[in-house]
């Protein structure tokens, strides 16, 4: 069972605008990360946030994390067109010692328009 | 490019054969991961190799499935008896330890017709 919801299922923007997406979990983390597929490809890794971080930036991806709310967003500001693909976020589980993998989500759809 | 590999990177096969995918995980890497992602889902994790031995399998891997790492070094991943619901896309990820980045490769697409 998949441990994260994204939200939303789709987002579809005007380039230069900015884009938020939001990730609910169940468990406990000791880290969550961001990932960015392209149709059809393999998943690029934006960012690893830890447990004990509240937000992190990395170029124009900024990612917040609550865990008291179990929740995530990933803001991507100035939006591109090559920024166009599907988004991820990913859970490890805090409460299962030596836990390695990760849970997705089912990930949100963007769409940035020219 | 020192990033993981997969091969092949596309498979047609047809019902009831046996197909074996390869990956190659950045070389410094000790832990190594297979997913399955099916159209419109998030990938979900199958089987973990930290060195050469497998210490965790989901309940998705089911006996037609196994996978090796022989060498702590690359990886296999082999379906037996091939079905129409195992046709999706598999990855492969690789990490240094424990609560860092994992790192995906490509990705095999399997089309059982």
């Known amino acids: 069972s998949q441990q994260g919801e994204e939200d939303p299922q789709a987002l579809s923007i005007q380039e230069g605008e900015n884009a938020t997406m939001n990730c609910s979990y169940k468990?406990?983390?000791?880290?969550l990360q961001w990932y960015r597929q392209n149709s059809g490809r393999g998943l690029v890794h934006l960012i690893l946030?830890?447990?004990?971080?509240r937000e992190k930036h990395s170029g124009r991806l900024r990612v917040t994390l609550d865990t008291s709310k179990k929740s995530s967003s990933l803001l991507i500001t100035a939006s591109r067109a090559a920024d166009t693909a599907s988004y991820f976020c990913?859970?490890?589980?805090?409460?299962?010692?030596?836990?390695?993998?990760?849970?997705f989500g089912q990930g949100t759809r963007l769409t940035i328009n020219p | 490019d020192t990033g993981v590999s997969q091969n092949p990177r596309h498979k047609i096969t047809k019902r009831g054969q046996n197909v074996t995918f390869r990956c190659d995980p950045i070389?410094?890497?000790?832990?190594l991961y297979w997913y399955r992602q099916t159209l419109g889902q998030g990938p979900e994790f199958l089987t973990y190799?930290?060195?050469?031995?497998?210490?965790?399998k989901s309940r998705l891997l089911s006996d037609r499935f196994s996978a090796e790492r022989p060498k702590g070094s690359f990886s296999t991943l082999e379906i037996q008896r091939t079905e129409q619901g195992d046709s999706a896309m598999y990855l492969c990820?690789?990490?240094?330890?424990?609560?860092?980045?994992?790192?995906f490769g490509p990705g095999t697409r399997l089309t059982v017709t």
């Open positions: 468990t406990s983390i000791n880290n």
């Open positions: 990820a690789s990490s240094l330890a424990q609560g860092r980045e994992q790192y």
């Open positions: 190799f930290q060195n050469e031995a497998q210490l965790e």
């Open positions: 990913a859970t490890d589980n805090a409460q299962i010692q030596g836990a390695q993998k990760l849970v």
């Open positions: 946030i830890r447990s004990n971080e």
């Open positions: 070389s410094e890497h000790n832990r």
